[in-house]
């Protein structure tokens, strides 16, 4: 009688202990892609400087590159539906978006050189319907409008 009451006890903690560790490592996964995102969800409708948003499109592709992820005929990183990240730029000025790439493989240097005192505002972040993590984000060109003269109605 002790012996099957002894076994079922056992299982029942066995299966507690496997419950409560998925539990934990659940919460883990959780709390990182939020730790994660949120150094991305900061910059939502803010308005940056052309030279952070060059940092950010770095440490993208750095992160891109770490995960070993493929690119396509076209030279963008293939999004794999998990934890790929996109930045794309749209150039109000000439009404075009560009993907980080764009700029990353025709030398940063460049858009650093071109963008660096221009503003640029994050207008949209979109996440991993799987993971939710961010998968993409876009930086909108603030275009300054042109001197304009002020004048008095009479």
Do not use: W
């Not at 993208?60 to 396509?72: G, H, S, Y």
């Amino acid at each position: 009688m002790k012996k099957p009451l002894l076994i079922i006890i056992l299982a029942f903690v066995i299966i507690m202990l496997t419950l409560v560790g998925m539990m934990i490592n659940n919460n883990s996964i959780i709390a990182q892609v939020k730790k994660d995102n949120k150094q991305y969800e900061i910059y939502l409708g803010k308005t940056i400087l052309g030279t952070d948003v060059a940092t950010l499109m770095n440490r993208v592709t750095e992160q891109n590159k770490k995960k070993n992820l493929p690119k396509d005929e076209k030279g963008l990183y293939i999004d794999n539906g998990e934890d790929s990240i996109r930045v794309d730029i749209k150039m109000t000025t000439v009404d075009m978006t560009y993907p980080m790439e764009t700029f990353i493989d025709n030398d940063i240097i460049f858009f650093i050189k071109n963008f660096n005192l221009v503003d640029f505002k994050c207008t949209t972040i979109e996440y991993h319907k799987k993971t939710g993590r961010v998968s993409k984000i876009v930086f909108e060109e603030i275009a300054e409008l042109e001197d304009t003269e002020d004048f008095e109605e009479e």
